[in-house]
């Protein structure tokens, strides 16, 4: 023992010199004790630091382990330990000092350092075989074992051998820290007179590490006011003003806060137009953020009054900058500005407090003075020949000359849109057609142009005389409405060259060639009634024929329309064919017995002739009578028209509409009133829809 001590102090510096430091990088390996697996020596310390890559552990465990054992193992031990804290110390034996000994105990470094110290003191009782141990670098899982609040992930995190990484919710981005959640909110542009705003996620969490700008931009004039409410919560600091997170006004030129803890700020008038709000969050933190309402009001203006007979919309307590009123009238009434009538007026509150516009009066509609009707007449049904609203007129039209087409009432009642309407025609004005075939004097059918007796004045009204610019007259013809004559086509061209007989252009009379002289009576004398107009132009059937005098009918339109009076009127058009046996009349200045002409319009009253027996009389003379031709005359002859009739009406009396209307205008015939031969006629129910079409003319 006295040995043991004086060997102390140099024994000391043996140790000393004895103990040694190992350094392991390795991923894993194995320590052992001095002399292993013989006895280890006594006074001898070995210290192996091992270092594995960051992210990575250590794990260390014994295979075997025979060590001197002590109170406390302050003999022979075993340290394991970080650069701050000792993880385990461990003596003994196995077998019989369990309590001491690692036996299946694994350690494990916190991190990627572990430092293990071998001791042994200076005297060994018995003979001790050291230990075995295995180190290994193990993963760390920083996503489950992480303390450091700090360097945990925000959102999501993903651990992989030797590491982990971050990543962040649907919306979020991950922050340059790697870490953190931010959002991006730098572009928010709010134009709308009045807007909430709050903090992203409101009222969940703010995003850490944002900048969130926010700009209300309104119209110079407004001013906007911003009012914080709800819940009002931003990471604070109990010295420090906002270090971490805050909220910044900036209105024109004035700049407000830092602000943020919990108590909002005050309800904050602006001033301005335009507003920008900085939001900025740091990378830690859980507040809840903010919600602030903001509104922009511009001057007030006077409340606006509304016109007689009218309202403004909408009704309002206050009207301020940019808001629009509309000033409308009501029914009947118009919105009169400036002279001008409209259906509605705006008007605008202006930055200075004044409407844009004075308020409009309303006025009563004015249909005004209604449009004149040719050939009729206005009523006016409301005292004062009223023209505004619901003021009433009647259009008629010209008795007994003229009626109403459709047998419409012709009333007519100012709209509230200042228009006149008729039930049935809406805005369009009525029209007033000739009256055709009722002569003001009816004829007194007496039995007997050949053979025939005078016609009583005023019964064929509807006559006309084509005459030469010298008075020589050639052709008849019939009055249809007011401005058109249907004739014979072959009135209206020079006689053939036999040799030659197809018709040119050239052979045709021109409009200045001739007139028509309307309200006739005598041959060649004239009296008051007679109207002589000029002839605008002239339509021959497309399909006459001049040889065979198919299609023998013309239109003459009138230059000037006839004046329609007792002694002038329309003939109808017919409505369907006429019965064989139904009596005609024939009116003419042409040739009578002995070839002289007659000094008034002569007439004749004939039956109408059944088409194969007249076929029949003239096919001895190989002259063809075809569908668009109709004869009259009796058997026996005698009456019947001739040279100078042509183009003349031949006209009967429809006993069911009490009107007469035109069957034919007369063409030919072989000679004149004699037996067995007939009045050939241009048949006008066989080309009414060519007349109509040319004139235009509805039944
Ligand atoms: N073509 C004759 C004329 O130019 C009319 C003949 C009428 N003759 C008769 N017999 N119906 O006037």
Known sequence: MRWLLLCHALCLSLLKASAHTVELNNMFGQIQSPGYPDSYPSDSEVTWNITVPEGFRIKLYFMHFNLESSYLCEYDYVKVETEE?????????????????????????????????????????????????????????????????????DHYCHNYIGGYYCSCRFGYLLHTDNRTCRVECSDNLFTQRTGVITSPDFPNPYPKSSECFYTIELEEGFMVSLQFEDIFDIEDHPEVSCPYDYIKIKAGPKVLGPFCGERAPEPINTQSHSVQILFRSDNSGENRGWRLSYRATGNECPEPEPPVHGKIEPQQTTYSFKDQVLISC????????????????????????????????????????PAELKHGLITFSTRNNLTTYKSEIQYSCQQPYYKMLHNITGIYTCSAQGVWMNEVLGRSQPTCLPVCGVPKFSRKLMARIFNGHPAQKGTTPWIAMLSYPNEQPFCGGSLLGSSWIVTAAHCLHQSLDPDYPALHDSDLLRPSDFKIIMGKHWRRRSDGNEQ??????????????????????ALVELLESAVLSDFVMPICLPQGPPQEGDVVVVSGWGKQFLQRFPETLMEIEIPIVDHRTCQEAYAPLKRKVTRDMICAGEKEGGKDACAGDSGGPMVTLDKERGHWYLVGTVSWGEDCGKKDRYGVYSYIYHN???IQRVTRMRD
């Open 532 to 553: 002589h107009l000029r002839v605008k132009r002239v339509f021959l059937h497309p399909l006459y024929d001049p040889n065979t005098f198919e299609n023998d009918v």
């Open 688 to 690: 009414k829809d060519w």
């Open 330 to 369: 009501d029914t009947g009434y118009k919105v009169l500005k400036d002279n001008v009538e409209m259906d509605t007026f705006q008007i605008e509150c202006l930055k200075d407090g004044t409407w844009s516009n004075r308020i409009p009066t309303c006025k009563i509609a004015d249909c005004g003075a």
């Open 85 to 153: 804290q000792v993880l385990a110390t461990f003596c003994g034996r196995e077998t019989t000092d369990t309590e001491q000994t690692p036996g299946q105990e694994v350690v494990f470094s916190p991190g990627s350092f572990m430092s293990i110290t071998f001791r042994s003191d200076f005297s060994n009782e018995e003979r001790f075989t050291g230990f075995d141990a295995h180190y290994m670098a193990v993963d760390v899982d920083e996503c489950t074992e992480r303390e450091d609040e700090e360097l945990s992930c």
